[in-house]
T-cell receptor, first 113, second 116 residues
């Protein structure tokens, strides 16, 4: 797989700590949001999604929070592990609009052992 | 399931040459997407197909870029003539589009294109 060395905001955390990655979106009509993880040399991989009728959704070690008032999305990773090191992208879509996703610029998460 | 398959994985060519990138979506998926990822612009959509028909090509940068989907299991993205600024990683993704729900997109491993 492939990836590019983007000059991205970087979040550095210690192994075992919780991580919070933030994303601001601009389209108030967006009603579906996804977090993707991109490891070095690979394509983006789905982590978790949330619809606009929810403000919180939990997965395994991950939680997504949605604040529609301020158009903000966050991804929380509990007990961060070295394998969580990657670039994380939020993406948005509108069910009534184009079906393709619009991606944010991404955040690089570095987990220190 | 083999996932989305892209070829080649790496392509190095000279300016002015034609480049063809290939994608095989996941079997049963009816939507296919081409993305480009660069340091400057991040991940951006170029074009997407639904049931082999191009739905939105507004992201295609210019006439040098063209994409086809002759059948449900194959798509190509062609650049002719190629330019150094086309150097990027090109991703293909597919999903099972349904009218009543949203659908996760599954990404291929990407093709790293370098135009000298």
């Amino acid at each position: 797989g492939e990836s590019v060395g983007l000059h991205l905001p970087t979040l550095s955390v210690q192994e075992g700590d919780n991580s919070i990655i933030n994303c601001a979106y601009s389209n108030s009509a967006s009603d579906y949001f996804i977090w993707y993880k991109q490891e070095s040399g690979k394509g983006p991989q789905f982590i978790i999604d949330i619809r606009s009728n929810m403000d919180k959704r939990q997965g395994q070690r991950v939680t997504v929070l949605l604040n529609k008032t301020v158009k903000h999305l966050s991804l929380q990773i509990a007990a961060t592990q070295p394998g969580d090191s990657a670039v994380y992208f939020c993406a948005e879509n509108s069910y009534t609009g184009r079906r393709a996703l619009t991606f944010g610029s991404g955040t690089r998460l570095q987990v220190q052992p | 399931d083999a996932g989305v398959i892209q070829s080649p994985r790496h392509e190095v060519t000279e300016m002015g040459q034609e480049v063809t990138l290939r994608c095989k979506p996941i079997s049963g998926h009816n939507s296919l997407f081409w993305y480009r990822q660069t340091m400057m612009r991040g991940l951006e959509l170029l074009i997407y197909f639904n049931n082999n028909v191009p739905i939105d090509d507004s992201g295609m940068p210019e006439d040098r870029f063209s994409a086809k989907m002759p059948n449900a299991s194959f798509s190509t993205l062609k650049i002719q003539p190629s330019e150094p600024r086309d150097s990027a990683v090109y991703f293909c993704a597919s999903s099972q589009r349904q009218e009543s729900s949203y659908n996760e997109q599954f990404f291929g491993p990407g093709t790293r294109l370098t135009v000298l």
